[in-house]
């Protein structure tokens, strides 16, 4: 499978833990960006990533997430101390360069997170 | 203002008809238009992107790019049942940035 893949796909916590959000892009995909839909709501950015360097963070929420894309492995959404109100599904997206005109972006199946 | 604007719905039409879902978009400098189709419970899908005015026709699906309308569309063909599902208008400055997402239009194909 050539796809978006990430893990887990549901993941539940207790308020006050750390959730962990794996993404491998799509084969030969070096964008990865991240989105949060929260139920009820439009699908929103977060963050862009490529190997190593954060490109755009101008979604993320100032305290407790963090975002990584390593030159090995997959990229890691990072939500220290979660809160109720961070239950949503996290999609992560690839898309293979950033040239002017492509910017087509393909979703994995997305981590669906619940804090208890 | 939203900065991309749909109609939540839901547009109801019966098998075989022409669905045509719309979507305005507030900044200007916008250059990639994309429409993403989501099913309940699921991860968006891609099924169209459009970049230059005109029309792009790709099977059942025709996406419209109006810049200085600042308007997209998309029509559906034939409409299936298959095809009922929440239909997502995104768009993007360009290559490298991050797309904003419409609140999506449901479409339910009756039988």
């Known amino acids: 499978n050539a796809g978006v893949m990430q893990n887990p796909r549901h993941l539940v916590r207790r308020r006050g833990q750390e959730a962990r959000l794996r993404c491998s892009p799509m084969k030969g995909h070096s964008h990865v960006y991240w989105y949060r839909q929260l139920p009820e709501e439009g699908l929103k950015f977060m963050v862009y990533l490529q190997k190593e360097n954060i490109i755009d963070e101008s979604g993320m929420p100032k305290e407790r997430f963090s975002a990584e894309f390593p030159k090995e492995g997959p990229s890691i959404l990072r939500i220290q101390q979660v809160v109720r109100g961070d239950s949503a599904a996290y999609f992560c997206?690839?898309?293979?360069?950033?040239?002017?005109?492509?910017?087509?972006?393909?979703f994995g199946p997305g981590t669906r997170l619940t804090v208890l | 203002q939203k900065e991309v604007e749909q109609n939540s719905g839901p547009l109801s039409v019966p098998e075989g008809a022409i669905a045509s879902l719309n979507c305005t978009y507030s900044?200007?400098?916008?250059?990639?238009f994309f429409w993403y189709r989501q099913y309940s419970g699921k991860s968006p899908e891609l099924i169209m992107s459009i970049y230059s005015n005109g029309d792009k026709e790709d099977g059942r699906f025709t996406a419209q790019l109006n810049k200085a309308s600042q308007y997209v569309s998309l029509l559906i063909r034939d409409s299936q049942p298959s095809d009922s599902a929440t239909y997502l208008c995104?768009?993007?400055?360009?290559?490298?940035?991050?797309?904003?997402f419409g609140t999506g239009t449901q479409l339910k194909v009756e039988l």
């Open positions: 995104a768009v993007s400055a360009g290559g490298g940035n991050k797309l904003t």
């Open positions: 900044d200007r400098g916008s250059q990639s």
């Open positions: 997206a690839s898309s293979p360069f950033a040239g002017r005109d492509y910017n087509e972006q393909f």
